[in-house]
């Protein structure tokens, strides 16, 4: 067994930290107060191939692994969050389900202009009265000549505001049971009848945007369906399952940070005439964190490594976004306490990870539903 990354991806690491360090790290708390990513950081990530990482290369991407997304990912989020998931989503949630379910005419039109980075993608699964049950969904996808006319709600959609393409998922029918009679669409930002709706103001990584998105009689043609007719709900999973991976990556990243950053403070804050990182009850905080971190990312990697090689990975991708996020969350509170009374202002940057950290528990299924997928394997 080979625990070594390759030089390809060392390098590719390499390239990301040093960019996360350079140009991320020192925005991300502006990223935060403004609500709004820098566009000379979105600039930047086109330049720097992160917008099509996985797109083949006859396409304009980097026909990179999923493993090399996660690696990039992790380095990302380690500087800023906001801009992590803006690439995680666009990657994991759009360009991948267009790259296995598209037709090949849908692969022409569109994976050239989201790896270019002119148009970003968004997923719009969840609704009002759809969470984790996504398959409720309540959207209509009607027939209409050979086209569809889509009518709904979507909520909490990232990157809402600044998609050119939305990936919807609608009921196509309503009289099969609810998982069966779902299809999944590729609706370009102009098409009429498509509204960006208000933004949500969140807890953490608020310089991403999350919009809801409204359907009113939206028309489109027979070539924006994404696969087959009522088998969506296999698209919406398959691209979860790399999604997950994503947010895992996320998570490792901003957990990463959350130690970086007490391993800093601990160093330098002295109390009782010592540096408090001379304490045992702060070297033990250290070492559980860096371990569970260690561990969250090998089980990262080995579910990007699965689904590189087209073996089912659904379990361990639940694995993965499960352990990483709740290491991620408990690097989060360990290094909020190292730095006290100053960790609870906006003095440090531990104040805005420690609110970020938190929604890796949460989007693209909570931890609860990522014990439910886990528990359903092993029972099965
Ligand atoms: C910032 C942000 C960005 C998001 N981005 C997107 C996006 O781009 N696209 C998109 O489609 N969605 C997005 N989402 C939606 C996200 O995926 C959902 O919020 C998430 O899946 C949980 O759904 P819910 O919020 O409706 O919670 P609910 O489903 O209402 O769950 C509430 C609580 O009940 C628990 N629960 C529910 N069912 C069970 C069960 N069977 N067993 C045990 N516990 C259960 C949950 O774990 C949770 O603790 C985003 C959400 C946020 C907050």
Redesign the pocket.
């Known amino acids: 067994m080979d625990f070594t990354l390759s030089d390809e991806q060392v390098l590719l690491r390499d390239m990301a930290r040093d960019f996360a360090e350079r140009e991320l790290k020192p925005r991300a708390a502006r990223h935060d107060r403004e609500e709004r990513l820098d566009p000379a950081v979105i600039e930047q990530l086109k330049d720097l191939g992160f917008l099509g990482l996985t797109v083949p290369e006859k396409y304009g991407g980097g026909g990179m692994s999923n493993l090399d997304l996660s690696i990039v990912l992790e380095e990302l989020n380690r500087g800023c969050a906001s801009t992590g998931?803006t690439v995680s989503?666009h990657n994991s949630?759009v360009c991948t389900p267009i790259l296995k379910f598209g037709s090949d005419a849908q692969k022409a039109l569109w994976l050239p202009k989201l790896a270019s980075g002119q148009v970003l993608g968004?997923?719009?699964?969840?609704?009002?009265g759809?969470?984790?049950?996504?398959a409720a969904l309540a959207t209509r996808a009607e027939r209409a000549g050979d086209g569809w006319v889509l009518s709904g709600t979507?909520?909490?959609?990232?990157?809402?505001a600044l998609a050119g393409l939305f990936i919807v998922?609608a009921r196509t029918n309503p009289s099969v049971s609810k998982a069966k009679g779902i299809s999944a669409f590729l609706v370009a930002k102009e098409t009429k009848g498509l509204r960006v709706g208000k933004k949500?103001l969140?807890c953490?990584?608020r310089g991403?945007p999350?919009n809801e998105i409204e359907l009113e009689n939206c028309r489109v043609g027979p070539e924006a369906l994404l696969g087959q007719v009522d088998r969506g709900f296999q698209v919406a999973l398959d691209t979860l399952d790399g999604g997950r991976i994503g947010i895992a990556s996320q998570a490792v990243g901003i957990g990463t940070a959350c130690l970086e950053a007490a391993l800093v403070y601990s160093k330098q804050r002295a109390q009782f005439g010592q540096p408090i990182s001379n304490f045992q009850a702060v070297q033990w905080k250290l070492a559980d964190m860096a371990t569970r971190l260690d561990a969250a990312r090998m089980l990262v990697h080995r579910a990007a490594w699965l689904r590189d090689r087209g073996e089912p990975c659904g379990k361990q991708a639940a694995q993965a976004k499960l352990a990483a996020s709740q290491a991620c969350n408990m690097a989060a509170d360990e290094s909020l306490q190292i730095h006290g009374g100053a960790g609870y202002t906006d003095h440090f940057e531990i104040e805005r990870l420690f609110r970020d950290a938190r929604?890796t528990e949460?989007?693209?299924?909570?931890?609860?539903?990522q014990?439910?997928v886990i528990a359903r394997s092993l029972l099965a």
């Open positions: 998931v989503v949630l968004a997923y719009c699964l969840t609704e009002p759809s969470g984790s049950d996504a979507k909520i909490w959609v990232t990157t809402g998922y949500e969140k953490g990584i991403s999350a929604i949460i989007y693209e299924g909570t931890s609860e539903i014990r439910l």
